[in-house]
């Protein structure tokens, strides 16, 4: 059918290409980053700081990574709520959408406020039902859209309306998901309705269970997965999507679901199911207990695009950011290392452990550089969650679902703040290079 197209398609791709040398010789920031690694600056903000490196007059330097929320280091944000025995990922919502921790009564007016507007309507409902696309993030897109013709005042910039709205689809985001997945992957599962009572990761798993509740050390360890994805930074390319649309004063809706669409691209939102991938090669290439000689000749294989996906990647070791160690890693292992022994999947946890420790300086060795990588969030969240008994097609929507209050609160900040319009300068090329 399209033998007749080939040769257009052909010349389009050749009149669409640009040698890659130009971008040296016009300067280009590619992907807005700098020839040292650090991020182009494009705003200002004030709800979190990402810091994994330090400029000194020989360059930058690896640097322990950190993560702030509104000033905060996340490790404190995290064991502030350890003593209290409560789910703390609205808490955690309220200090990065308004800017400090809220009173008992406020933090019950805004969980009073979120019940109010659990329920989908029942058009989306149908839409779900109806939806035919196989991907839970095309599904959420659609859905997230779709709430713009169930809104009131769907396009108000207004700053305190843009809050509302962020805790009014927040509370709705468990079942939009679920219900998402259960429509393309079971079919003949029980759909519940949520409970008012429970908070978002409660709500999810109780949904995702058909109604059956999840256990508190689940709940606890989900949400504490919901807070370390809440925020990280403004030039994230999802949160910079956000950014983007927003500076348009476009509407809630749509600046939401071109978050979605970005996160859903396999370069930003689906690492920790690549690691997942590259974890079950490795397993089934060597076991879950090798010896140090078999490790290393496997990962050697990878990074030869012998083995995996043939990328020649370690997936889950290095970031954009952080060089020496990833905060939010630091946090998590310790929930992925309670759960391994709950699973009896501690030989499993050994492994990662051991890539975590041989994979960088294996990784350094084979390309010959001194470049510092360490496990990122990624390496350990695809085996929390699946600890958790959560499927694969849910990692990606379930960051969404993490990520939906650093979305708002950049949106909020964009609404208030930026107040013109985001159009960085393309260069136009008339030729290829001799």
């Known amino acids: 059918m399209t033998g007749n197209l080939h040769p257009i398609l052909e010349e389009a791709i050749g009149f669409n290409s640009i040698d890659s040398a130009w971008y040296d010789v016009v300067d280009v920031k590619r992907g807005l980053r700098n020839a040292d690694g650090s991020g182009v600056i494009a705003g200002l903000s004030r709800i979190s700081s990402v810091i994994g490196t330090k400029k000194t007059a020989e360059g930058m330097m690896p640097v322990d990574g950190e993560l702030t929320y509104r000033g905060i280091p996340i490790q404190v944000v995290m064991a502030r709520y350890q003593h209290m025995d409560r789910y703390f990922f609205e808490d955690a919502a309220f200090l990065l959408l308004v800017g400090r921790y809220p009173t008992e009564e406020e933090r019950q007016s805004v969980l009073d406020y979120m019940a109010a507007n659990q329920s989908i309507p029942d058009a989306i409902i149908t839409l779900i039902k109806q939806d035919r696309s196989p991907n839970i993030m095309n599904r959420l897109m659609t859905v997230i859209s779709a709430l713009y013709a169930h809104d009131q005042d769907p396009d108000s910039v207004e700053p305190k309306e843009n809050l509302l709205k962020s805790w009014a689809v927040l509370a709705k985001m468990p079942a939009l998901i679920v219900y998402s997945y259960l429509a393309a992957h079971r079919p003949d599962a029980k759909w519940v309705a949520p409970d008012p009572s429970m908070s978002v990761a409660e709500s999810f798993l109780y949904l995702l269970g058909e109604g059956v509740p999840a256990s508190k050390m689940a709940i606890q360890t989900l949400d504490s997965c919901l807070v370390l ?122 492994l990662y452990l051991s890539i975590a420790e041989k994979g960088p300086s294996l990784f350094a060795s084979y390309k010959g550089i001194n470049k510092v990588i360490a496990p990122n969030i990624d390496f350990y969240s695809g085996f929390v969650y699946d600890c958790l008994g959560i499927p694969e097609p849910l990692y990606t929507p379930m960051f969404a679902m993490g990520r939906w209050v650093g979305w708002c609160a950049h949106r909020l900040e964009e609404i208030i703040a930026g107040k013109r319009i985001i159009r960085p300068g393309y260069k136009y090329i008339a030729q290829r290079l001799p």
């Open 229 to 350: 994805h809440a925020e990280h930074g403004g030039g994230n390319n999802s949160t910079f999507a956000t950014r983007v649309v927003t500076s348009t004063e476009s509407d809630f809706y749509s600046a939401m679901a071109s978050a979605v669409g970005s996160l859903k691209g396999p370069l930003h939102g689906s690492a920790n199911k690549k690691v997942m991938d590259m974890m079950a090669f490795i397993i089934d290439s060597i076991g879950c207990t090798p010896t140090h000689d078999a490790l290393s000749t496997c990962v050697t294989r990878l990074l030869n695009k012998e083995g995996g996906d043939q990328s020649g990647k370690l997936y889950g070791l290095g970031h954009a950011v952080y060089t020496l160690s990833d905060p939010r890693a630091g946090v998590l292992i310790e929930y992925a290392k309670g759960l391994a022994r709950e699973c009896r999947r501690e030989d499993e946890m050994a």
